[in-house]
């Protein structure tokens, strides 16, 4: 079953994850103090993006249709 | 890497040495898991003092918190706050003859390794790759046993004496004189134990004034028997000849550091298989150096005597030179011979000077007799001299055991250190929880392994050792490979970016060179 593979797919990533950052070896309080963390953190990060990239994206393609916009005008009048 | 240029003809066979680097990502996230552990100590560390949780591990008394602090180097925080997370993989007690297979005492911790129980269970039939056995006379019945248990009720087990004193059995003798043939040499010395042959003669030898060069990843017995002498000590790049050449010509010329003199002695220190590594000494170019410089050469064949050459008789035949060049053999019976001790061969003179000054003679218990016979035993047995050819048939067993587990473990995609023919194999694991769950995995799946951290490696280059042997059968070889596949998927220890191309079934002889591709 493709849902089964997957789950187990994902439980083997959680696996990677817990080696690479030690977490296997610490008692369960102290994983959970680093998790809170961790999640904490993401958090905070994807809180972040969600409220200044796109505003920070609009005000970038804002100044660039500015800079080809006014190129545009300029190239009109000049074959006018 | 792979081949090494035939150094004006010096070497008779090709020198198949490997150190692969560590992968970049590897190196960072290994960085990255000891940060996190070492931030968790400081933790733990503070929990500790401010009484948030309760001390286990060994403290100052309260009147003594004002002296130098004892406990507060970093070896004693990674011993606090990591070795104790990892601690089950280490000091577990096995209750059978270590052999091909063993049985071990299941044992459990319910507050995180500091303390342990034991359930009363015996796993049994485990494939121990971690026992020193490379020809498998770790045995509790065969022609070896018996002879010793006669021996036993012949002479008991204790000599209550040392050497000089009334320690010295006709056994002894027997034993230097078989020691003496076996190796070429004209004379050799028995010791009791195998540390104590290196750290108790080395200052035997060299005194002040006279200069060693040992390498730089020796064992600590040379390391501690060197400094014991008082003699000054350069350290050499492992296994460089160049590093070795220039700190000979530097010796020669300057000679000693203030009054310039010429140093008296200058003892070149290697060993013939380096344990954590797995590599085998340059041979023929020390011998070369040595002549060229006219120094002397001590050559410790702890691990490579009895596991290398076509008759077992160590280094010095694996690379087809003369006994005589080296100037001191030193060995161990512990590795091959499945006994207890080391011994010294050499020149007669060197022999019996050893024999007055040295402090192991004078100081030390002799072996004890049953021992010796175990010891003599299995060497008749190596060497043929019993009238069967089972030694040989040993010998050849463990080097096609250890080319087949090398080659496999190559083609699998593991990082293995150390030259194609040593009995010795590393794997590099790198990660500290990989290290933990390396032991753990391979005890559930009932092979037992030996790990290696922290103070016997550098910190990032952790690893797991197999120690191949002669008893171990390609059935055996075959399971244990199969599980350690699975553990490298599980854990995901297959580092390696050289892809080795299966070999087809072709004998292995010189002309078959590697095929890798990138």
């Known amino acids: 079953m493709d849902i089964k593979s997957m789950k187990n797919y994902l439980y083997w990533l959680y696996c990677q994850f817990e080696l690479i950052t030690c977490s296997y070896l610490m008692e369960p309080w102290e994983k959970i103090l680093f998790y809170t963390f961790n999640v904490t953190m993401l958090v905070m990060l994807l809180y972040t993006t969600y409220i200044f990239v796109p505003v920070h994206i609009s005000t970038a393609f804002q100044f660039f249709l500015h800079l080809f916009g006014n190129q545009q005008e300029n190239t009109v009048s000049v074959v006018k | ?518």
């Open chain 2, 1 to 518: 890497i792979n081949h090494i240029v035939h150094n004006g003809g010096l070497y008779k066979r090709p020198f198949n040495e490997d150190f692969e680097e560590t992968p970049m990502l590897v190196a960072v996230l290994t960085y990255v898991g000891y940060g996190v552990l070492t931030l968790f100590g400081y933790l733990r560390d503070f929990m500790r003092q401010w009484k948030i949780e309760k001390c286990q591990n060994a403290t100052e008394r309260e009147e003594q918190k004002d002296f130098v602090p004892l406990y507060q180097d970093f070896e004693n925080f990674y011993n606090r706050n990591l070795y104790m997370r990892i601690r089950d993989s280490w000091n577990r007690p096995i209750c059978s003859v270590p052999g091909a297979k063993v049985d071990m005492m299941e044992r459990i911790s319910h507050d995180y390794n500091w303390t342990f129980t034991y359930t009363g269970r015996v796993i049994k039939d485990i494939i121990n790759m971690g026992s020193y056995n490379y020809l498998g006379f770790a045995q509790k019945a065969g022609t070896c046993q018996e002879a010793a248990a006669k021996v036993l009720s012949q002479y008991g087990a204790g000599v209550c004496s040392t050497r000089q004193e009334m320690g010295n059995l006709d056994k002894h003798e027997e034993l230097e004189k078989l020691v003496a043939r076996f190796l070429g040499v004209e004379s050799a010395m028995a010791y009791g134990m195998g540390f104590a042959t290196n750290s108790m003669n080395i200052p035997a030898l060299v005194g002040k004034g006279c200069l060693i060069l040992s390498d730089e990843l020796n064992h600590a017995s040379l390391v501690l028997g060197a400094r014991l002498s008082g003699a000054t000590i350069r350290i050499f790049k492992h296994n460089n000849m160049q590093s070795l050449e220039k700190l000979l010509k530097d010796a020669i010329v300057h000679g000693q550091p203030r009054t310039r003199r010429p140093w008296k002695k200058i003892l070149i220190l290697v060993e013939g298989i380096y344990s954590m590594e797995g590599s085998i000494v340059r041979l023929p170019e020390v011998i070369a150096l040595k002549k060229k410089y006219k120094s002397y050469l001590y050559l410790d064949e702890a691990h490579s005597i009895g596991a290398l050459g076509p008759t077992g008789r160590g280094v010095v035949e694996y690379f087809g030179l003369n006994p005589e060049d080296v100037d001191v053999m030193m060995g161990t019976f512990t590795k091959s011979f499945g006994a207890a001790g080391g011994y010294i061969g050499g020149k007669k003179e060197l022999i019996d000077y050893l024999r007055t000054y040295s402090h192991s003679a004078v100081y030390a218990t002799s072996m004890s007799p049953p021992v010796v016979e175990q010891i003599i035993t299995s060497m008749k047995c190596i060497m043929g001299e019993d009238g069967t050819t089972v030694g040989k048939a040993r010998v050849q067993q463990l080097a096609e055991n250890t080319r087949y587990f090398r080659r496999r473990l190559k083609e699998m995609g593991f990082i293995i250190y150390g030259n194609e023919d040593s009995p010795v194999v590393p794997l590099m694991l790198y990660m500290p929880a990989k290290i933990g769950a390396f032991g753990r995995e391979m005890l559930k799946r009932n092979i037992g392994v030996v790990v290696v951290g922290f103070p016997a490696t550098p910190i990032i280059e952790s690893r797991a050792r197999f120690c191949l042997s002669a008893a171990h059968t390609k059935e055996m070889l075959d399971t244990a490979l199969k599980e350690i596949n699975e553990v490298g998927d599980l854990l995901q220890l297959k580092y390696s970016r050289h892809r080795l191309v299966p070999l087809l079934d072709r004998p292995f002889d010189e002309t078959t060179y590697e095929e890798t591709e990138d």
